[in-house]
């Protein structure tokens, strides 16, 4: 069967580092993508892995371990506006790529 | 303007009645998505299209019907709209490539009574 899990609250404080873990199962996997979520707001992408290992985009990182089904995003020096919903995303393939979202982290980052 | 504009961006209606949410964009991409958000349930896929004679169903299409009428518009029908309906919709869009990001108009929030 197909699972994707990430857990659903992390609370933090402005300037800490945060880490939000997603564990999958699933056929056909070429790539897991991050989604940024502000509350009334449309989805935007933050990052994408295909291969094992390490992205970095400012103060936000990616990691993927294909053989350990899991990834995590990293939040560095957090911010208030860092306050949003995190959504891991597996590229899936079955006779047509497409995306499978988890449920979501919701991050709240405090003073 | 937005690249990817969805109309309308709110909308209340009856149960039995067909609805038709639009999306339009002007990133030239091919391939554009249909997905709802509830509560707790993140983003479900419930049609995609790679291009305008390509059409896909997702995980969640029953019940839903799509239109691709050019390159840049991709609709969402609804043909007889039932309470368990009531979510947001968001339109997307991508590039060729697997790390293309999808990127996603401003929503639709259908509530339906």
Redesign the interface.
């Given at each position: 069967g197909q699972s994707l899990e990430q857990p659903?609250e992390v609370t933090a404080v402005e300037g800490a580092i945060v880490q939000i873990n997603c564990t999958y199962q699933t056929s056909g996997f070429?790539?897991l993508?991050w989604?940024q979520q502000h509350d009334g707001?449309?989805?935007?992408?933050l990052s994408?892995n295909?291969l094992d290992g390490l992205e970095e985009t400012g103060r936000f990182s990616s990691f993927l371990s294909r053989s350990d089904s899991y990834g995590y995003l990293l939040l560095q020096e957090l911010q208030m506006k860092d306050s949003a919903s995190y959504?891991c995303?597996v590229?899936r393939y079955t006779g047509?790529?497409?995306?499978?979202?988890?449920?979501?982290t919701r991050l709240q980052v405090q003073p | 303007d937005a690249d990817v504009t969805q109309t309308p961006r709110n909308r209340i209606t009856k149960t039995g009645k067909r609805i038709m949410l639009e999306c339009s964009q002007t990133k030239g991409h091919d391939r554009m998505?249909w997905?709802r958000q509830d509560p707790?349930?993140?983003?479900?896929?419930i049609y995609?299209s790679?291009d305008v004679k390509d059409i896909?169903k997702?995980?969640i299409s029953d019940g839903y019907s799509v239109s691709r009428q050019a390159q840049a518009k991709f609709s969402l029908s609804l043909e007889s709209a039932i309470p368990n309906q009531t979510a947001l919709y968001?339109c997307?869009t991508s590039g060729y490539s697997?790390?293309q990001?999808?990127?996603?108009?401003?929503?639709t929030r259908l509530s339906i009574l």
């Open positions: 659903s070429y790539g993508s989604y707001g449309a989805p935007t992408f994408y295909a959504f995303a590229g047509r790529r497409a995306l499978t979202f988890g449920s979501g | 998505y997905y707790g349930l993140g983003l479900r896929l995609y790679f896909n997702g995980e968001f997307a697997n790390n990001p999808q990127h996603f108009g401003d929503g």
